[in-house]
């Protein structure tokens, strides 16, 4: 999964980077170098999968992973605010994180000149909506003038064209899947998930923030104090976050905001060689599933051998779920369930 995290300038944005992957990426390294994007991968902490490997003890343990696109600021507040290298990277992840600045400083001022948290995303909002609406209207002109306006295409982007020009994101624009298939293509912005994170001062830490009664999938926390956080040993991280009262740390909170925005779980392939997790969306079916393993499995799909892993972890033995009739077999069109542990069988 890749997270691309945009932003105004001076919004924290790579404050939160850090804090997220654990790396020091430097604060102002946009500004001096003229620098792209900083990347970093975590991996997902799953209580299950560390149990599944201490069952079976394998020469290997894989996490699920995250990886973070830490992309330069918008440039201007007027429209055609990403530049066109910002804009390709953009293009390939899979969801955005709007940075979004609620603190203030002496120090360090909004280039805008205001703290407005609902302002910053509604401004974050109509630079990738016009994004979108460049794209469809040079594919529009180019159907015209090759003869093609007859063409379903055509009155699909119009569709498109016509919601983001009422500010409607295209991801809240009722397409179908059929509809989605056919826009794949255009890697449109306004489609992709987008997560609110509300980068706090240490003075409005706790509380429901005030944006999420006009915005869905928002968090907040404050970047610099949970970045310090990180770099204390384990002990004094829970020591700290007790005294500040901080239920979990917010790199934590994030994957699960992340995973909920996305619909994403979690299925275990297990062995002696290799104990690891894969992430899907929720609904896949298992020959799809089995894909994301290796092409070839999907291709000589037979069946799944599935087992609950809370059934598993009772009575941790494939041959004695398979007694109990714990282990179930499964066709190509079985949804796949969170915390499933799966052994695919194929042949190609």
């Known amino acids: 999964m890749k ?7 001076l919004s924290g944005k790579t404050t939160v980077f850090n804090t ?21 991968l975590i991996r997902v902490p799953d209580n299950r999968l560390d149990l599944l490997s201490e069952i079976y003890q394998p020469k290997k343990t894989t996490h699920a992973e995250i990886s973070f696109v830490d992309l330069a600021g918008v440039t201007s507040t007027s429209g055609g605010g990403f530049d066109a290298n ?5 293009r390939q992840v899979e969801a955005f994180t709007y940075v979004v600045r609620d603190f203030t400083s002496e120090a360090v001022n909004h280039p805008l000149g205001r703290i407005d948290p609902a302002g910053d995303i509604s401004g974050l909002d109509q630079e990738t909506d016009l994004a979108d609406l460049i794209v469809i209207e040079k594919r529009q002109a180019r159907l015209e ?18 919601a983001l020009e009422n500010s409607t994101p295209l991801r809240q624009a009722g397409l179908s899947a059929e509809e989605l298939k056919a826009l794949s293509g255009f890697g449109f912005l306004s489609l992709k998930p987008r997560l609110i994170l509300l980068n706090t ?10 944006v999420a009664e006009r915005f869905d999938s928002v968090l907040a926390f404050c970047a610099s104090v949970e970045q310090q956080i990180t770099e204390l040993e384990a002990g004094e991280q829970e020591e700290f976050l007790e005294a500040l009262e901080i239920e979990e740390p917010a790199r934590d909170k994030f994957i699960h905001a992340a995973y ?21 969306k929720r609904g896949t079916e298992a020959v799809c599933a089995a894909g994301k393993i290796h092409s070839d499995i999907e291709r000589g799909f037979i069946r799944a051998e599935v087992v609950n892993f809370e059934d598993f972890v009772k009575e941790p033995s ?21 915390g499933d542990i799966i052994n695919f069988r194929f042949n190609v």
């Open 201 to 210: 001062g240490e003075e409005n830490m706790a509380g429901e923030p005030a």
């Open 260 to 280: 909920g925005l996305l619909e994403l779980i979690c299925f275990f392939t297990v062995g002696s060689d290799e104990v690891k997790a894969w992430t899907i």
């Open 3 to 9: 997270i691309g995290l945009i932003g105004y300038p």
């Open 318 to 338: 494939m041959a004695r779920m398979k007694e109990r009739g714990k282990l179930r077999l499964e066709g190509k069109n079985y949804i796949v369930q969170d």
């Open 20 to 40: 997220l992957t654990g790396l020091h990426a430097r604060v102002d390294s946009f500004i001096s170098s003229g620098k792209e994007a900083n990347v970093g």
């Open 145 to 162: 003038k090759e003869g093609n306006k007859h063409l379903p295409e055509y009155a699909l982007l119009d569709r498109c064209r016509e």
């Open 86 to 90: 910002t804009l390709a990277l953009m």
